[in-house]
């Protein structure tokens, strides 16, 4: 079946920099996409999300952009700090499900001091 | 507001023993989802219930899992036999039910079967 996917397995960012995370789904029949960061022992937690009707959408130093044309969704946060070093998944509605979700395998991101 | 509690965070057992997790969502959350996450791998769904109604339990590996939620409110899965492959966290989430994607999840309950 179709899944969600992610280009890069590891990222590793200076403290301080932008981070960008990127996601590639599969389904163009998905309307909302939404990322969570998963720390060490903890379980996912909510970071933003955004439905197919916007491209851009802006947190707390954080930035969700979608491409629906290529089917690609990216994390954007801004002045990486230690405290985001944790494992990012992003996912997707199953279309036609009762508000079902679909995850990706998720992006380690390193933040080095 | 108190989160999504899970019991145990840690269990390890042998290989064809059996094993139970119990979940207690977010107050007034009607939807409540099990899911198994492998180390290295996004969360995968088990099974999705409303109240007390299971929505969708299609991915659940009926012959060795089972799990209620009697009440609507608590939720229980258990594994049994437990076989190595089951080896994984198992994270209960929450969510308000109709129209709601946001899914709030608990810490997990990592399963060691040796």
């Known amino acids: 079946g179709e899944s969600v996917g992610l280009h890069l397995p590891t990222l590793s960012v200076q403290e301080g920099d932008n981070s960008i995370i990127n996601c590639a789904y599969s389904?163009?029949?998905?309307?909302?996409f939404i990322w969570y960061k998963q720390e060490s022992g903890k379980g996912p937690q909510f970071i933003i999300d955004?439905?197919?009707?916007?491209d851009k959408r802006q947190g707390q130093r954080v930035t969700v952009l979608l491409n629906k044309t290529v089917k690609h969704l990216s994390l954007q946060i801004a002045a990486t700090q230690p405290g985001d070093s944790a494992v990012y998944f992003c996912?997707?509605?199953?279309?036609?499900?009762?508000?079902?979700?679909?995850f990706g395998s998720g992006t380690q991101l390193t933040v080095l001091p | 507001e108190a989160g999504v509690a899970q019991s145990p965070r840690y269990k390890i057992i042998e290989k064809r023993q059996s094993v139970a997790f119990w979940c207690n969502p977010i107050?007034?959350?009607?939807?409540l989802y099990w899911y198994q996450q492998i180390l290295g791998q996004g969360p995968k769904l088990l099974i999705q219930?409303?109240?007390?109604?299971?929505?969708?339990d299609s991915q659940l590996p009926k012959d060795r899992f089972s799990a209620e939620r009697l009440k609507g409110v608590d939720s229980t899965l258990k594994i049994q036999p437990a076989k190595l492959e089951d080896s994984a966290v198992y994270l209960c989430?929450?969510?308000?039910?109709?129209?709601?994607?946001?899914?709030?999840f608990g810490p997990g309950t990592r399963l060691t079967v040796t």
């Open positions: 107050s007034g959350h009607a939807t």
């Open positions: 219930f409303q109240n007390n109604g299971v929505v969708d």
């Open positions: 996912a997707e509605n199953v279309p036609g499900s009762a508000r079902q979700l679909t």
């Open positions: 955004i439905r197919s009707n916007m």
């Open positions: 389904n163009s029949a998905s309307d909302y």
């Open positions: 989430a929450s969510s308000l039910g109709t129209g709601a994607y946001e899914q709030y």
